[in-house]
């Protein structure tokens, strides 16, 4: 393989994806308690994974302002609505 193959994006996104993937399991295993941390590490590794995915493999870097409205706006209600709902949540157990 030459270097020019090498450094193709792809594979750059792959490598980081398999260190994220790596460290999810390592944080799965290592971090426990308080189980708050582990769900709220795990949940924020898979976020930047999928972002990459969408960003890199998706093709949306490339996209427009108006993809980026039609994205964001949904991310922004479901954080409203987990930030609603997680007093209750809490509460039930």
Do not use: C, N
């Not at 995915?53 to 949306?60: A, D, F, I, N, P």
């Amino acid at each position: 393989m030459s270097d020019a193959q090498i450094s193709h994006p792809y594979y750059k996104v792959f490598a980081w994806l398999t260190a994220l993937t790596i460290a999810e399991i390592a944080w799965g295993v290592y971090v426990q308690e308080p189980r708050f941390l582990l769900i709220s590490g795990l949940a924020i590794l898979a976020a930047i994974k999928a972002a990459m995915v969408g960003l890199y493999y998706m093709h949306l870097k490339y996209e427009g302002k108006l993809i980026w409205a039609v994205i964001i706006f949904p991310v922004i209600l479901v954080g409203v609505m987990i930030a609603g709902l997680l007093p209750d949540a809490i509460g039930y157990y």
